[in-house]
């Protein structure tokens, strides 16, 4: 049973340039969220996708948007990129937006923007 | 904003000793997680313990909850040199918030020494 899957694993963009980040949730899981968690801090909530929709966000600007396509495979992507938005981008799923269970987290993307 | 905070933010301890860590977090919530990170990996899930329930084991992790002091704790016992990660609560709130959503703090370092 594959875990949370998201590629690249490694990128290296230039600023303004935009970036598409992957991921494939765990089998039978069906909400997805994205993370971004910068050196040195906790993970901080991008937003979730639920049955292809945005449910809820996080206090991230609107340069960073996401999609959820009807396998429940998701995509993060950054516009305009900043230095500011090096970082690891964790992607997360569930099963079930209120269920209460456990949350598992892919390996992330190494984000670096130069 | 960070909700829970880890305390310490680094440990240091031999192989075969106890490490305890702890986590404070500041509104109401429907579960605790722990998560292991090694260095510039993704999150793996620890434990999983929900506000109705005050301790909880798996293997050589005792985890206690308490909702009237807002704190929880991690007991790692017989530390081994595998177990030097960063360990990271999350808080989650989705009876309140909608949506089921993590909250981390900044973590603690566990390094262990052989």
């Known amino acids: 049973d594959a875990g949370v899957t998201q590629s690249p694993t490694h990128l290296i963009k230039t600023r303004g340039q935009q970036v598409t980040l992957r991921c494939s949730p765990k089998s039978g899981h069906d909400t997805v969220s994205w993370y971004q968690q910068a050196l040195g801090q906790g993970p901080q909530f991008i937003f979730q996708y639920y049955e292809e929709e945005e449910r809820q966000r996080g206090n991230f600007p609107d340069r960073f948007s996401g999609h959820q396509f009807p396998n429940y495979s998701s995509e993060l992507n950054v516009n305009a990129l900043l230095l500011g938005d090096s970082a690891l981008y964790l992607c997360?799923?569930?099963?079930?937006?209120?269920?209460?269970?456990?949350?598992?987290f892919g390996e992330g993307s190494w984000l670096t923007v130069v | 904003s960070q909700q829970g905070e880890e305390d310490p933010q680094a440990l240091s301890i031999q192989e075969g000793e106890n490490a305890t860590m702890n986590c404070s977090y500041k509104t109401s919530i429907n579960n605790l997680q722990w998560y292991r990170q090694n260095s510039g990996r993704g999150l793996v899930h620890l434990i999983l313990i929900r506000s109705n329930e005050r301790e909880k084991h798996s293997g050589r992790l005792r985890v206690t909850l308490d909702t009237s002091k807002k704190s929880s704790s991690l007991l790692i016992t017989a530390s081994r040199a595998a177990d030097t990660a960063s360990y990271f609560c999350a808080t989650d709130d989705y009876e309140n918030s909608g949506y089921s959503t993590l909250t981390f703090g900044k973590g603690t370092m566990l390094l262990v020494s052989p």
């Open positions: 997360a799923s569930r099963a079930g937006p209120l269920s209460g269970n456990t949350i598992y």
